[in-house]
């Protein structure tokens, strides 16, 4: 990477201080195995240095800025409030050239990760029997379909790769199950002990909930033995996703490195303009993608199957 290039972590923001503290000490770390590089930190929300700040800070001095969205789920923060600050960014600065990698996601570099606190979850419960230990992976929870179904998938590859019998999804809020309505579901199903891994980059308000939930479950079920992971957002594999992701923008046509998942997508763009904030995208592959716009809320919990074309997008309109 170029001495007159400026990576800039954009992480969510916690409305707890140490959240983004973790945040700044793990851009500290990152400056440390890549001393050679200049990385920026600023926040989405919840913080001092918001997006626009943290844009007009990387740019000073610097050629080219390179947006790395630190943040393990694309929800309407990525894909709308992003967009819209580099746009306005690059009228600010038009001599600088502005591009973006995708966010974290759910592939299989986090799945070692999760595996990982999995892992250490059975060692702390001296290794039960997988058949009668259920396994949660609980996440932040999001309006938007795609994001809740990135973790599911998860879910599935966690399943595929274990011997759990039950690996089960919930979420700290937005959206269901929460998490009470999986740990009882799978003590009726006859689980001895619960691994609970929590899908989150740093700690903040919502690990210190999701540490009372587990407090009031231990005494609600006293048969059961519950293990409770952390956040992890130190370990090492998520570096390494990190340098993979500066090494691909750096290698790829800065055209394409400029394109978030949904950016230029014209039903996004439409929602943009009528200031619609529910705007959910599912990725097919292949080239396409698929656009759920859900403008009422509830308990709907239909699904809605996308065969992904070569070059086409499936779109749904509720």
Request: proline share 3%; glycine share 10%; charged share 25%.
């Amino acid at each position: 990477m170029t001495h007159d290039t400026t990576v800039l972590l954009v992480g969510h923001g916690s409305r707890g201080r140490e959240g983004n503290k973790e945040t700044i000490n793990f851009a500290a770390q990152w400056r440390e195995r890549h001393p050679e590089w200049r990385i920026e930190v600023c926040f989405i929300e919840h913080a001092e240095v918001l997006l626009d700040d943290g844009l007009d800070r990387a740019a000073r001095n610097a050629r080219k800025v390179l947006a790395i969205p630190f943040i393990l789920n694309a929800a309407g923060h990525v894909k709308m409030e992003l967009p819209a600050a580099l746009a306005s960014a690059r009228q600010r600065h038009p001599t600088v050239e502005f591009t973006v990698t995708r966010h974290l996601g759910m592939g299989r570099e986090m799945l070692v990760v999760l595996q990982s606190q999995l892992d250490r979850l059975m060692k702390q419960m001296a290794v039960p029997d997988p058949m009668t230990t259920g396994v949660v992976l609980l996440g932040r929870g999001s309006s938007d379909a795609g994001a809740n179904g990135e973790l599911a998938k998860m879910a599935r590859w966690i399943f595929e790769d274990n011997e759990h019998e039950l690996v089960d999804l919930a979420f700290t809020g937005v959206t269901w199950p929460r998490l009470e309505t999986v740990v009882q579901r799978q003590v009726r199903l006859g689980m001895m002990q619960i691994a609970i891994v929590p899908v989150y980059l740093f700690t903040g308000v919502l690990i210190e909930r999701i540490q009372e939930q587990v407090e009031r479950l231990q005494r609600q079920y006293p048969q059961i033995t519950f293990a409770l992971g952390t956040h992890f957002g130190f370990d090492k594999g998520v570096f390494d996703l990190l340098d993979g992701k500066v090494g691909g923008a750096e290698n790829a046509n800065s055209a394409e490195g400029s394109m978030l998942e949904c950016d230029g997508c014209k039903y996004r763009e439409a929602a943009e303009e009528e200031h619609l904030h529910d705007h959910s995208h599912t990725a097919t592959g292949g080239g396409g993608c698929a656009h759920g716009h859900d403008h009422h809320q509830g308990h709907d919990h239909g699904h809605v199957h996308a065969s992904p074309q070569p070059h086409g997008c499936a779109h749904k309109h509720d």
